[in-house]
C-alpha cells in the first residue's frame, strides 16, 4: 500500500467534525479509517471518581497526544495498532484496546489537534470546522446528555468554567494552522464535497 493520506479535522466542541467524519466515511467506505482524539485521554487512575469529573478535558495536558503521534506514524507505515478505549461515564481510560488496520485515508478529528506541532506535521491536509458558538453549546449538551449519560446542570457548569475558556485560547488560535475552513462542517454539502474531490484526487496521483 502507498503511503496513506492523513486529515486532520479541528474545531470547537459541537462545530460539526464528527458529522463530516461520517460524511467521508460514507463516502470513501473501506479507503478510510477513523480516530479522534477523545479516545486517547489520559486514564489519571489515581484519583478518585469525583476528582476525576473535576478536570479540565479541553486542557491540552489531559491527552496522551505523545501515543497518538506513535500510532498515526505506525498507521502511516502501514502497521496496525491497538488504539485505547476512554470510558464518558467512568472518566477514564478502559483495559481493553481496538485494533485499528492502516488505509487509504486516516482521519484524525479533536478539538486540539492543531495545537501540537509534531501532531500538525504529520497531517496531509487540515481542516477547521468552523461553527457559530450558540450553535456548538446546544450540541455540546445534547450529545454529553443523550450519549454520555450526564446531567444537564453538570454539562452547562463545565461550558462555562473550562470548555469556553480553553476553546478561546487554544481552539480558536489554533485555526491560524488550517489548510481549509469549513463553516458548519459536514452540514456544509458543497465544502465536503470539494474536500472529498481533493482527497480522490491525492489518492490518483
Do not use: W
Not at 111 to 130: G, S, T
Amino acid at each position: 500500500m502507498e503511503k496513506p493520506i492523513i486529515i486532520g479535522i479541528a474545531g470547537g466542541t459541537g462545530s460539526g467534525k464528527t458529522t463530516l467524519v461520517k460524511k467521508l466515511n460514507d463516502v470513501l467506505g473501506d479507503e478510510v479509517v477513523a480516530l479522534t482524539h477523545d479516545y486517547y485521554y489520559k486514564a489519571y487512575d489515581h484519583l478518585p471518581l469525583a476528582e476525576r469529573k473535576q478536570l479540565n478535558f479541553d486542557h491540552p495536558n489531559l491527552f496522551d497526544t505523545d501515543m497518538l503521534i506513535d500510532d498515526l506514524k505506525a498507521l502511516k507505515k502501514g502497521d496496525s495498532v491497538e488504539r485505547p478505549i476512554y470510558s464518558f461515564s467512568e472518566y477514564t481510560r478502559m483495559k481493553e484496546t481496538v485494533k485499528v488496520e492502516s488505509k487509504k485515508v486516516i482521519i484524525i478529528e479533536g478539538i486540539l489537534i492543531f495545537e501540537n506541532k509534531e501532531l500538525r506535521e504529520l497531517l496531509d491536509i487540515k481542516v477547521y470546522v468552523d461553527t457559530d458558538a450558540d450553535v456548538r453549546i446546544i450540541r455540546r449538551i445534547l450529545r454529553d446528555v443523550k450519549e454520555r449519560g450526564r446531567d444537564l446542570d453538570s454539562v452547562i457548569t463545565q461550558y462555562l468554567n473550562t470548555v469556553k475558556i480553553m476553546h478561546e485560547e487554544f481552539v480558536e488560535p489554533s485555526k491560524k494552522h488550517a489548510d481549509i475552513i469549513i463553516p458548519e462542517g459536514g452540514h456544509n454539502e458543497v465544502a465536503c464535497s470539494m474536500l472529498i474531490d481533493k482527497i480522490r484526487a491525492l489518492l490518483n496521483e
